[in-house]
């Protein structure tokens, strides 16, 4: 799985940027992951299906763009032009590369600017969506531990207040299949996630479904791939999280 960290401001400014005029375009950096929603605002193309356009400049090494959602099939396209519409010139595309129905593109490109055009597959379809940009190729990832003894694993997701929310929020679509790690069948996630979200700004109140819905993806993904880590990513934040709001923590996993 990608590195998690992302910023409620940069999270915050990429939700609100106008999407209804083609040439509407957000910047991003290598090195750098940012969220987008697409809706009945947003840009469309002649198949009906919306799209959004961001901007990156990809220096002189290979870099590998992911477009990560929960919410509908995911189809990107990578080129150049001045938009990300009909008139763009395309230099690779994808649907399903990465995890679930994802898509990836890597690569090494000549351009000093690239469009990304994170779209959806089919016409029609609405939700929130992450781009996250990375210098090098893609890592393959080592099957590390199993799903009786998870691994130590090293979590970028952090624990500001939004990202806790989610991922306790996360838990009453994961509880039948984490339920059996420490005491977590024992704890009333939906009672921390009411009491953090109830200490969020407006902001980061409405990007928790967004950040919860990561989280069910990293994890599931983790039983249907047989990636233990990415089970063990998702409870070491819960562990994280309850520590740093004073909750009494799940217990030692590994």
Do not use: H
């Amino acid at each position: 799985m990608l590195a998690r960290f992302v910023t409620a401001t940069a999270v915050g400014l990429a939700l609100v940027v106008s999407a209804g005029a083609a040439a509407a375009q957000t910047r991003i950096t290598v090195g750098e992951r940012s969220g987008a929603t697409l809706n009945a605002q947003s840009p469309k193309l002649d198949d009906g299906s919306y799209y959004g356009c961001w901007v990156v400049e990809p220096g002189s090494g290979p870099i590998t763009i992911d477009m990560m959602t929960g919410f509908f099939d995911a189809f990107m396209v990578v080129g150049t032009g001045s938009d990300c519409g009909e008139s763009m010139v395309p230099l690779a595309a994808d649907d399903d590369s990465g995890n679930n129905t994802n898509a990836q593109i890597s690569g090494t490109f000549n351009e000093p600017r690239l469009l990304i055009r994170a779209n959806a597959f089919n016409a029609g379809e609405e939700g929130n969506y992450w781009i996250e940009v990375k210098a090098g190729l893609p890592e393959v990832e080592e099957r590390l531990g199993s799903m009786d003894a998870l691994p130590e694993v090293v979590t970028e997701w952090g624990t500001d207040g939004y990202v806790c929310a989610g991922a306790y929020r996360a838990m009453g679509d994961l509880a039948p299949n984490v339920g059996r790690y420490g005491n977590v069948a024992t704890i009333d996630y939906a009672a921390r996630d009411r009491q953090v979200t109830g200490r969020l700004t407006p902001q980061d109140r409405s990007i928790v479904d967004f950040t919860s819905s990561n989280f069910v993806l990293l994890a599931l993904g983790g039983f249907i791939d047989d990636k233990p880590q990415q089970v063990s990513e998702y409870l070491t934040t819960v562990a994280n999280c309850d520590r740093a709001n004073g909750f009494t923590p799940v217990t030692r996993f590994r």
